[in-house]
C-alpha cells in the first residue's frame, strides 16, 4: 500500500458525544426509561471520522470543514449493556460555508463526506469534481446529473431507491 498518497477529505463535521447509561425502571408519570448516566465519551465526528478512518490507513491525509464543528453537536443516549441507543439529540447551529474555488486540489484523492448540513452545496462539489479526475462522493443529497463527473459516489439502500 502507498502510504504516500495525499489525501483530501471536503465536508461538514460535527462532535460525536456518546451518553453511556442503564435504565432499571420507566417513568411513572409517562412510558419512558428513566436514564442513569454512567460514562460520556466524545470524538471528532462526520467528515473529520472519515478523515480519522483514513488516517489509520493512510498517513497523509487533510481536511476541509467548517470552522465551528466543535460547537455542533450529535449526543446519543446509549445503554451501556446492550448498545442500544435511546435517542439522539443534535443541535442546531449553522454550519458556514467557504469558497471552495480558492482550494489546492493538488491531492491524489478527495472525498467528499457530505452530510448535507450546509458546508456543501451542489455547485461546490460539481466544480471540485471538474477540477479532480479522482473524486470519492459520499453525499445525503439526493443523486442528480450535478454527480456525472464523479469518479466514485456511494449511496446508500434509501437514496439508490429514489434515484
Known amino acids: 500500500m502507498n502510504q504516500d498518497k495525499k489525501i483530501l477529505v471536503i465536508g461538514d463535521s460535527c462532535r460525536d458525544i456518546f451518553v453511556y447509561c442503564d435504565a432499571d425502571r420507566l417513568c411513572p408519570d409517562v412510558p419512558v426509561p428513566v436514564l442513569n448516566v454512567l460514562d460520556q465519551t466524545e470524538n471528532p465526528g462526520m467528515a473529520k471520522n472519515v478523515q480519522r478512518n483514513i488516517k489509520s490507513i493512510f498517513n497523509n491525509c487533510d481536511i476541509i470543514t467548517n470552522t465551528n464543528w466543535y460547537e455542533i453537536t450529535k449526543t446519543r443516549y446509549v445503554h451501556e449493556g446492550s448498545n442500544h441507543t435511546f435517542f439522539r439529540v443534535d443541535s442546531t447551529r449553522p454550519i ?12 491524489d484523492l ?53 434515484a
Do not use: M, P, Q
Open 110 to 162: 478527495i472525498v467528499i463526506s457530505d452530510y448535507n448540513k450546509g458546508f456543501l452545496h451542489k455547485e461546490d462539489i460539481l466544480w471540485i469534481c471538474k477540477n479532480h479526475n479522482n473524486v470519492f462522493i459520499d453525499t445525503k443529497k439526493i443523486i442528480g446529473e450535478w454527480l456525472s463527473e464523479a469518479k466514485y459516489i456511494k449511496i446508500n439502500n434509501s437514496l439508490f431507491l429514489y
Open 96 to 107: 458556514e460555508r467557504i469558497d471552495l474555488k480558492s482550494i489546492n486540489l493538488d491531492y
